[in-house]
T-cell receptor, first 113, second 115 residues
Framework: ETGVTQTPRHLVMGMTNKKSLKCEQH?????MYWYKQSAKKPLELMFV???????ENNSVPSRFSPECPNSSHLFLHLHTLQPEDSALYLC????????????FGQGTRLTVV | GDSVTQMEGPVTLSEEAFLTINCTYT??????LFWYVQYPGEGLQLLLK?????DKGSNKGFEATYRKETTSFHLEKGSVQVSDSAVYFC??????????????FGSGTRLQVQP
């Protein structure tokens, strides 16, 4: 039990579908993150939220749309994805002070067909 | 900007061998340093951390020492087990006044331990 829960664990979607990934943290953190992990590539930071406000968007295509309704929940809405978007999507949370580590969920394995 | 460089893998060792995975970093100021481990099909788990120069982080037989003079944080274990097979990520947390809030990760090093 990591304290960060992601659902679903696996998702297969067509390129015209709309789906959402969900992340929930029970650690009382105020910062949440989405990362993309593709085979043979480094971990890519996608979005950062602090106190429900988006503070970083690392040039992520608009077909990925994050939502943070409160400090405990983070969503990633997906639409019109491409096969190259297939990857493991990891959610993380942390405290907002200095020298703090991030806690990760188990990830959602996304396959776009 | 901040960056972390790790040795490329895979690293293949026999059980009970000594492990070193090199990690060097570039950062403004005095970052905190971390090692994370990712087992197959799982997310990343914090393995150990160090928050200031000369600190030694340790956990589950793994150790790493924060070396400011060489900007390094190499991961070591004296005797690896098959269950240590995983991908290991070195990461840094930028000082608070830089404004960057997310961790910066290295590219990961896959460790394969053979019986």
């Amino acid at each position: 039990e990591t304290g960060v829960t992601q659902t679903p664990r696996h998702l297969v979607m067509g390129m015209t579908n709309k789906k959402s990934l969900k992340c929930e943290q029970h650690l009382g953190h105020n910062a949440m993150y989405w990362y993309k992990q593709s085979a043979k590539k480094p971990l890519e930071l996608m979005f950062v939220y602090n106190f429900k406000e988006q503070t970083e968007n690392n040039s992520v295509p608009s077909r990925f749309s994050p939502e943070c309704p409160n400090s405990s929940h983070l969503f990633l809405h997906l639409h019109t994805l491409q096969p190259e978007d297939s990857a493991l999507y990891l959610c993380a949370s942390s405290e907002t002070g200095a020298n703090t580590e991030a806690f990760f969920g188990q990830g959602t394995r996304l396959t776009v067909v | 900007g901040d960056s972390v460089t790790q040795m490329e893998g895979p690293v293949t060792l026999s059980e009970e061998a000594f492990l070193t995975i090199n990690c060097t970093y570039t950062a403004t100021g005095y970052p905190s340093l971390f090692w994370y481990v990712q087992y197959p099909g799982e997310g990343l788990q914090l393995l150990l951390k160090a928050t200031k120069a000369d600190d030694k982080g340790s956990n589950k037989g793994f150790e790493a020492t924060y070396r400011k003079e060489t900007t390094s944080f190499h991961l070591e274990k004296g005797s690896v087990q098959v269950s240590d097979s995983a991908v290991y990520f070195c990461a840094l947390s930028s000082p608070w006044d830089t404004g960057r809030r997310a961790l910066t990760f290295g590219s990961g090093t896959r460790l394969q331990v053979q019986p």
